[in-house]
Every structure is written in structure tokens, then in C-alpha cells.
């Protein structure tokens, strides 16, 4: 009797936690620009809520110079909130303005120090037309998470480029008709350390339209970049979620600290510890796989030295 009682709860929280939002769809594909026009790779399908990552690409030969910028993208994650759309998109995310004969991104108006020049283009229909429409924004104060690995060959693409290397990197929205920078509803983080090959630049966007990254100085002004080091203990909601099988969990501590991040079953049962170890400040992103547990709903918890979050997630098989 028991079991069946649990069985039918958590069938009940898994029903009702999928009817709050009919998860929309999103094709996806990746494109180049240069001079020559632009080449598209094949297109991917992915709904709300579920994680895209950039994967081989073999750029046709007109375009073989921007095959290095490309590789320096591979392995990113891109996501949208679910609960970010009321209707199905298509998002061409287009590699843009850059040099045929040798692979960097041109100047254009005030880029002159651009080492990230996406514009993500988005198309919803009209009348049962796909119609362009931009700047697209998200609802329900929702975000597009784009988290581009800081593997090497990034590291490398920032160091060619900026004078003081992956420190004065930062991102903003650039509006190409008034040749200005807009940081409003976009914000990022850095890796900690910020040399962490395994680390991410994690990118939220509040609406899509072009999406620049250069030298902070010129980007950023005087002293508009947001700080990287967090003003408080936090704990953000895993994405995806729900997850199969694994979820990308971000926390964020604003001193030095020591730092336990653990997952339990509703029964509060500890089934995985994530973390445990000193921590400086900054913010992290940690992998969880429950590909050894069964579908359900877990609760995640964080503790440091001042403060203990938890937050609840759910595994669908």
C-alpha cells in the first residue's frame, strides 16, 4: 500500500510540475558569415528547457579560415528557460562579420577588439510565415543561458586578441544601426579560476539580437560590466529541469568558504555529494548525473559557512 501510495504521488508531482508549461519547440542551426555570404550547418531540434551543445563541424572550404573560431565555441551549451516562449522559433545563431582570408572577426563601427560576435537571429510565424522579428524577448522574466566553455582553444582566441588577456574579457548586446552598446537584460559570469579549461562564460540573455565579446574597456565604458564576485549566497535552479539523465547546478559564494552541495530523495535520504571542499568566492557550476536513480523528485542543498539553500529538482527516465 505503501508503495503504490508513493508511486501515485510521484506520478501526481511529475503531472502537475509538466502542466504548468506546454514546453514549446526550437530549431536551432549554426551558421558563418564572411564576405563570401553565409554557410549554414545542419539544424537542430530541442525544445524549452532541454540543453543544445555545439558539436563537429567541418566548415565547407570557402569558409575553411573561421573553421578555428568555430572549434573555439565547441563544446558550448545553449538553453532556454522553460516557461521563455508562448509559441515555436526557429534561431539561426550566426558566427558574423568575419574575415574570409583570415578567419577574425572586422571592425565594424565601434568593434575594433571583438573576439565573440554572435547574432542570434529569430524567426516565429506569421500568418504561417516564418518572419524575422528583432530584437526577439523572452517571457516571464525568463533567460536564454548561453555557456561557452573556456577550453583552450578559447583561451587562446581572447589571448591573440585582447591586450591583458581572459581578465578584460566582458559581453554586451550591440546595436549595429546606432553603433552603440546595450547592457541591459544581459548579464555573464565568469569561469572561477578564471583559467579553468573545464569552466564556462555563462551568458543570460533577456532577448535575443546581436551578442558581442571584446575587450571590457571598449565594450563595457568606464564601469558598466556587472562585478564577478557575488554579493550573497545563492542557489539557481538546475537546468535542464526536468533533467534525463544529467542537470548543470550553479551556485555562487561571496567569501571564502567552506562548501557541501549534496542531493537527496524525498525521504531525505543523501543519494550524491557534489561538492565539499573550501571554496574562494566566485560562482561554480557543478554536473549532476542520476542515471543510476530512478525518475522522482530530488532536493538539492548547498551549505557554507553562513547560509544553507536547497532547492527541489526532478528526474524523468
Not at 539544424?43 to 573561421?66: F, K, M, Q
Not at 572577426?105 to 516564418?130: A, C, I, M, R
Not at 537546468?239 to 551556485?251: D, G, R
Request: aromatic share 12%; hydrophobic share 35%.
Amino acid at each position: 500500500m505503501k508503495k503504490m501510495f508513493y508511486i501515485l504521488f510521484l506520478l501526481f508531482i511529475s503531472s502537475s510540475f509538466l502542466s504548468l508549461h506546454a514546453q514549446h519547440n526550437i530549431s536551432i542551426r549554426l551558421g558563418v558569415n564572411c564576405s563570401s555570404g553565409i554557410v549554414y550547418g545542419p539544424s537542430t531540434d530541442i525544445t524549452e528547457g532541454t540543453l543544445y551543445t555545439v558539436g563537429d563541424w567541418t566548415i565547407p572550404s570557402a569558409y575553411a579560415s573561421i573553421q578555428p573560431i568555430y572549434d573555439a565555441i565547441k563544446g558550448s551549451t545553449f538553453q532556454l528557460e522553460s516557461g521563455a516562449l508562448t509559441e515555436d522559433i526557429q534561431i539561426d545563431w550566426i558566427l558574423y562579420n568575419m574575415s574570409c582570408t583570415n578567419g577574425t572577426y572586422l571592425p565594424d563601427g565601434s568593434l575594433t577588439e571583438v573576439v565573440f560576435n554572435g547574432y542570434f537571429l529569430v524567426k516565429h510565424q506569421v500568418s504561417g510565415v516564418w518572419t524575422p522579428q528583432e530584437p526577439y524577448a523572452f517571457n516571464n522574466n525568463k533567460s536564454a543561458i548561453l555557456s561557452i566553455q573556456n577550453t583552450s582553444a578559447f583561451q587562446s582566441l581572447i589571448g591573440n586578441v585582447l591586450t591583458g588577456g581572459a581578465l578584460q574579457l566582458a559581453f554586451s548586446y550591440y546595436a549595429k544601426s546606432t553603433n552603440t552598446f546595450t547592457y541591459s537584460g544581459l548579464t555573464y559570469t565568469p569561469p572561477s579560476p578564471i583559467d579553468d579549461p573545464n569552466g564556462f562564460w555563462v551568458l543570460r540573455a533577456a532577448h535575443f539580437s546581436n551578442i558581442v565579446g571584446g575587450n571590457k574597456n571598449q565594450i563595457t565604458g568606464v564601469n558598466d560590466i556587472v562585478n564577478s564576485v557575488p554579493t550573497e549566497f545563492g542557489l539557481k535552479q538546475n537546468y535542464p529541469n526536468p533533467f534525463n539523465p544529467s542537470t548543470l547546478i550553479e551556485y555562487s559564494i561571496p567569501e571564502k568558504s567552506y562548501v557541501e552541495l549534496n542531493v537527496y530523495n524525498i525521504l531525505g535520504v543523501k543519494v550524491a555529494n557534489l561538492v565539499k571542499s573550501s571554496k574562494e568566492a566566485g560562482i561554480y557550476k557543478v554536473e549532476f548525473n542520476g542515471s543510476e536513480l530512478s525518475s522522482g523528485l530530488y532536493i538539492y542543498e548547498l551549505k557554507t559557512n553562513k547560509a544553507t539553500i536547497s532547492r527541489k529538482m526532478l528526474l524523468l527516465k
